[in-house]
């Protein structure tokens, strides 16, 4: 999951840790502004982060970490 930490409703970083406590078994990239990303990730137990601003091939990237090819082994953590 890619996570924004801001929000309106209900920001990134009740939403990681609500998902979490429910056992979802899904990598989590979060997303914010400034030098802060990796902390949070680490205080969110996160797998990983990016900072914004962000380059669209830096989000790509991230993400890319996570995936499971159809026709391949599973990517190292």
Known sequence: MLVGLGGLLL???GFVRETLS????????VLTAGPSAERWAKRLGADGSV????????LVH???R????????LPAA
Not at 51 to 58: A, G, H, N, T, V
Not at 66 to 73: E, F, N, R, T, V
């Open 51 to 58: 900072e914004k601003p962000f380059r669209i091939p830096d």
């Open 22 to 29: 429910r056992g979802l078994d899904a990598p989590v990239v």
């Open 66 to 73: 996570y995936l499971i090819p159809a026709d391949g082994p």
């Open 62 to 64: 991230a993400a890319a």
């Open 11 to 13: 920001r990134g970083e």
